[in-house]
């Protein structure tokens, strides 16, 4: 989102005349995308902000005929501390919230005059719909759509609901750029719900997961997130379609059939649990049990077999006893993530925990918690991995390894890193003249060894989503397969 949100402001500047560098000396004005979903990212800010400090007065004393540096926060840490920001850091000029981007040229224009500008108003209305972002990776094969903005789930841990707003729906027009690969994003992109369109009169509404509920109205009327990915999923068979992150609560099966049955959008879904005990997720306001989301996981799993599964934990919430935080250890075991997010809790001001729950985990205690998490999870997800070593998957290039140039990187349809050597590979199954793999190639690669994190395999031949997952070509592709080993 973070960086979707960078995209969406440097659009507005470009579009103002200002152009981008990568080299610091050269920059009149730095601006910082920030989060506060967490303490650790804020603290980072604080640190790079004492850097720029020393920047801003070296260039001050030694670069008479230069502008003044101008440094200007932007994001969800400029919406959460507002005007602190300006009062404890001096050398701030700008703290623009996520709502008011297109006021950044306006703002700028504040600072040329010496003042500070501010602007940390949220909007129920502004969905930045009229604005097409600048991916700043412009070779990527990859890129983030958004298709809503804020949340109303109001987990008393969260700060989303008051530096983003409300939610708001967007959906943005895909254009042919060749990119292989959307991710739909959005704090709670599975509640996606567009009622803009008066002419549509959809009889099925929002029917949360069973044994899930929810401290807000469900919406009514309109598109649903279902409907959304069933359009998206069809305006290129050849592009992946994956989506995140979405609450447990809205994963109606209407949502899972499609992702069993289009070919493009891939069996890979992020089931944020949080914790594995039931008291601590009603201190929590998650909305559900660990009964309830274990039988969600088993239905998932029913209906998509193969699918990958990863999560969001938070270690040492408040009041989390040694026994309760067993139960997230337990549950982790059980359902046996691919990927997992985890964090040692931090009490952020605004939330429902900060008025209402004691932050009594000691630090330490948190800090345990979380690596026996991470530990834990790095265990699990090897013994997955090691279970891919001689399937046959398909993989989308994304470029060179960031360890060797004689490597390239790619992900498989559930996500997981797999690195191939950058060799020469036939075309197709039934073409022998061979070319190099490239970046936003689909190759077929056979899996040969295994880490926690990364797949290692060999590239077979070059193909196409579509024709990989052909039925009609299945016998095919299976001797191609036999013939390439």
Known sequence: MNVNDVEISWSVLKNSGYTRTSELGQADVILMMTCSIRDGAEQKIWRKLNILKQYKKKRQRNSENLPPLKIGILGCMAERLKSKILEQEKMVDLVCGPDAYKDLPRMLAVTESGQTAVNVLLSLDETYADVMPVRLNENSPS???????????????????????????????????????????????????????????????????????????????????????????????????????????????????????????????????????????????????????????????????????????????????????????????????????????????KTSAYHRLKDNVPDDVKSRRHLQLRDLFRQEALKLNLKEIGSTQLILIEGESKRSPLDMAGRNDGNVKVIVPNTNIPESCADISTRKIQRGDYVVVKIRSANSQVLHGIPLYHTSLTEFYNKDNLITEQLCQSSAL
């Open 143 to 349: 890129a983030f759509v958004s298709i809503m903005r804020g949340c109303d789930n109001m987990c008393s841990y969260c700060i989303v609901p008051f530096t983003r707003g409300r939610e708001r729906n967007e959906v943005r027009m895909l254009s042919d750029q060749g990119i292989k690969e959307v991710t739909l994003l959005g704090q709670n992109v599975n509640s996606y719900r567009d009622t803009s369109d008066s002419t549509i009169h959809n009889s099925i509404d929002t029917k949360l997961t069973p044994g899930f509920k929810t401290v807000y109205k469900p919406k009514t009327g309109g598109r649903r997130f279902s409907d959304l990915l069933d359009k998206v999923s069809q305006i290129d068979p050849e592009m992946r379609i994956r989506f995140t992150s979405p609450h447990p609560k809205d994963f109606p099966d209407e949502v899972l059939d499609l992702i069993k049955e289009r070919s493009n959008i891939c069996n890979q879904i992020h089931l944020p649990a949080q914790s594995g005990n039931s008291e601590v997720l009603q201190r929590m306001r998650r909305g559900y049990t660990r009964e309830a989301y274990l039988d969600l996981v088993y239905h998932i799993r029913h209906r998509i077999p193969d699918v990958y599964l990863s999560s969001d934990f938070i270690a040492g919430f408040c009041e989390e006893t040694e026994l309760e935080h067993e139960d997230t250890v337990s549950l982790m075991k059980e359902v046996k993530y691919h990927v997992v997010y985890s964090f040692p809790y931090s009490m952020r001001q």
